[in-house]
């Protein structure tokens, strides 16, 4: 059985950083896609950004040049560095692994993560 757990997630001032990681239990994810998705409460889970088992990374508009997704190779290990948080960045973050990048196998069970002004 993978278990995704993310951790990092916290409250902080806008302009400020925070580094999220998703760690697996139970399974090798470096030859995995991998995402972070954001949710805020009444609105559709959205994409933040995504890193192919090759290393090509996306970005959502909203979150480009200030987010910075990342994958440890040896232990595959995924992270986001999340630079200059502004409230819109307020949500529960969930890494997702594995599968077609429309419908990842795996799911973490989300880190907060609160930006107040």
């Known amino acids: 059985q993978v278990r995704l757990v993310e951790s990092g997630g916290d409250s902080v001032q806008t302009g400020g950083s925070l580094k999220l990681s998703c760690a697996a239990a139970?399974?090798?994810?470096?030859?995995?896609?991998m995402d972070w998705y954001r949710q805020v409460p009444g609105k559709p889970r959205e994409l933040v950004s995504s890193i192919s088992s090759s290393g090509s990374t996306a970005y959502a508009s909203s979150v480009k040049g200030r987010f910075t997704i990342s994958r440890d190779s040896d232990t595959g290990t995924l992270y986001l560095q999340m630079d200059s948080l502004n409230l819109e960045d307020t949500g529960m973050y969930y890494c997702?692994?594995?599968?077609?990048?429309?419908?990842?196998?795996?799911w973490g069970q989300g880190t907060q993560v609160t930006v107040s002004s």
């Open positions: 997702a692994a594995c599968g077609r990048s429309s419908d990842r196998a795996f």
């Open positions: 139970g399974y090798t994810l470096s030859t995995c896609g």
